[in-house]
Structures are given as structure tokens and as C-alpha cells.
């Protein structure tokens, strides 16, 4: 029941109040989708690398790339730390976007063997960017036709801005017998940065709210339901999308096993996915295809996503005995 309440007063929130960097797996950038995942592995250390490739077929595509790197302190074993750093370029006036961030997250202590419960905290670097030469204005037209060499009458008064940001969150997992259930809760833009090119306008980024779930569901000793949910909202924005992947375990010691499933995002896209594991590294590609609205536009294609995983741990110390001399026997 305990647990019955959290999440019913994790949907209590929705009522809290852009498009932010996002990607069509995001369990696969742990710290962009919550910072309280920040440690959330079996290892030491974990390495997370996307590529986006979005709408190719209509303009000038969006490209996303997230790095990130996390490390668990043994000597302080609840606290895990994290850096974070995303690229994004979108549209026709090249919109640039630069982010870095330091993320933290604790274990908070609780007697449930069963339950664990982690906060977590990303402080970010924002730099935006915009290339003004890239557009067309309508005092450029000349009388006959479109002269890119008229200067425009628009007057602005910078390509680049910059500000700090902080996110939170929550993450809760609770063990059903040998079934688990684990859910997220996170807030982004805390501290609402002033966001704008423009130095007289106070234009304020809304904060955002973020809502998740998945479990892990055995079908046979080899062969798992991965069932995942996400909620996005921020202000009048909402994006919905459930799914999952069917694993299959194999007995190979490099090729250890193999994901295939998708998810289908509300109004918006249908997402197939594949993924495998080899030795510690998890390898998984997606492809977004587009049924919103613009399908006219996009003929029903929308973004390819890959996405690179690797765990690993610090290397085991060797005890080597002392040496002892045997006697040479004759």
C-alpha cells in the first residue's frame, strides 16, 4: 500500500507547471531523463553515448548528441556523481545548444530490504546560439526577386545567451517477489532561468515535469517483458508514450542476449527499437515514424537514434604471498 500512495501522489503533481533535449529512449540517457538515476547500475563506472538524427526529409534536420560519465564512491557507498553534455542543432537558423552538467544523487536509507529510494540533483550550463544569416526577410525582396546581399531591417542585439539551471528528482524501486517496479518523478528548470536573446525582455523557461515507470516481467528463465511508460509536461505541452521490449537471455558469454519492441508516442510518432548486449557493452538503435500532422511534409519518416551503454569496474586488486625458496632435492 505504501507504495500504492507514493505513486498516486507522484500524479498528484501534474498540476506543477519548449522542447528540451529529449531522446525516444531515454532510459538510455539516464541523467537527462532524472538525475536521481545518476548511480542506478550494477558497477563502478558508466558511460552513455546518443546520436539523434531528426526529419532529415523536410528541412535542415535536428541533431542531438548527449554524453554522459558516472562514478560510484565506495567510501561513501550511497553517493553517486555524474557529467553530463548534450549538442543539439535545430532548424533552419542553425539554433544551437550547448549544455554541461554535474550531477548527484543519494540513496536515502530505508528498513524495507525490498525498497530503495533515491534523490538526485543536475546543475546545468546552458549556452544557446542562432545564426541570423540563415533566414529570409521580406525587406530583402527587391522588386523582382529575393536579394540575399540587401542587409535586413531587423535589428538584433545578440546571437548567444547564456544561464544556469537546476533539475531534480526521485526514483523508487520496490521488488514484488522477484518482479520489480520502478518509477520516477523529476522537475527541470527549478530555478525558471531567464531565457532569451533579448537583454530587456524577462522571458522565464517554464518548469517541467516528468513522469515515468517500467518493470521487468519473466515469461520463461530466459525471455523478459520490459514494459516502459513516460509523461512529459511542460506548461500547455504534454508528450505521452508507452511500450517496451521483449529480452531474450542467451548462454553465450560475449553475445549475452538480444531486445526488439517499440513504443508508440501519443498523436505523434511510432517507435521501433532493437538493442543487444555484448560483453559490457548494450548497443540499441530506434526509428521514429511520423503520424502526426506533418506527415504530409515528413512522408512518415521522423528520427534514427543510437544509443551506446558500457559498465565497467575498477580493477580487483591481486594479494600476491610472500615468496618461499623450495629446497633443490638431488
Known amino acids: 500500500m505504501k507504495f500504492v500512495t507514493i505513486i498516486v501522489l507522484i500524479f498528484s503533481v501534474l498540476l506543477l507547471k519548449s522542447q528540451d533535449i529529449h531522446f525516444s529512449m531515454p532510459h538510455l540517457s539516464p541523467i537527462n531523463l532524472n538525475p536521481a538515476e545518476t548511480g542506478n547500475y550494477l558497477g563502478d563506472y558508466r558511460l552513455h553515448l546518443n546520436h539523434r538524427n531528426q ?43 550547448n549544455q554541461m552538467g554535474l550531477s548527484a544523487s543519494y540513496k536515502l536509507p530505508v528498513k524495507d530490504s525490498t525498497l530503495s529510494l533515491t534523490a538526485g540533483i543536475v546543475v546545468m550550463w546552458n549556452q544557446h546560439s542562432v545564426d541570423y ?22 535589428i538584433f ?19 514484488f ?33 516528468t513522469f515515468y515507470i517500467h ?15 513516460y509523461w512529459y509536461q511542460q506548461n500547455m505541452l504534454r508528450e505521452i508514450y508507452a511500450g517496451g521490449y521483449i529480452h531474450r537471455k542467451t548462454q553465450d558469454y560475449s553475445f549475452k542476449g538480444y531486445y526488439v ?10 517507435i521501433l527499437s532493437a538493442a543487444i548486449d555484448y560483453q559490457d557493452f548494450h548497443l540499441a538503435v ?9 506527415v504530409a511534409a515528413s512522408n512518415g519518416r521522423g528520427g534514427l537514434e543510437i544509443a551506446i551503454r558500457y559498465i565497467f569496474s575498477r580493477p580487483q586488486k591481486t594479494v600476491l604471498y ?9
Open 157 to 175: 542585439t545578440r546571437q548567444n545567451m547564456q544561464y544556469l539551471d537546476a533539475h531534480g528528482g526521485f526514483c523508487i524501486q520496490k521488488w
Open 286 to 294: 530506434s526509428y521514429d515514424i511520423n503520424i502526426s500532422p506533418l
Open 261 to 270: 519492441g517499440g513504443w508508440f508516442r501519443i498523436g505523434d510518432a511510432a
Open 55 to 97: 526529419w532529415r526529409s523536410i528541412t535542415v534536420p535536428y541533431v542531438t548528441f548527449s554524453a554522459s560519465f558516472e562514478n560510484k564512491w565506495r567510501k561513501v557507498a550511497p553517493l553517486s556523481t555524474g557529467i553530463l553534455f548534450n549538442n543539439d542543432k535545430a532548424g533552419d537558423g542553425h539554433f544551437g545548444t
Open 177 to 209: 517477489n522477484e518482479t520489480p517496479i520502478s518509477a520516477g518523478i523529476a522537475f527541470y528548470h527549478i530555478n525558471k532561468p531567464r531565457k532569451t536573446f533579448y537583454k530587456d525582455i524577462n522571458v522565464k523557461l517554464d518548469r517541467k515535469f
Open 322 to 330: 610472500d615468496k618461499h625458496i623450495c629446497p633443490t632435492f638431488l
Open 133 to 154: 544569416t540563415k533566414f529570409y526577410f521580406d525587406n530583402q525582396y527587391n522588386g523582382y526577386m529575393f536579394d540575399p546581399n540587401i542587409p535586413p531591417s531587423e
Open 215 to 229: 518493470s521487468k516481467l519473466s515469461l520463461s528463465k530466459q525471455t523478459f517483458l520490459l514494459p516502459h511508460a
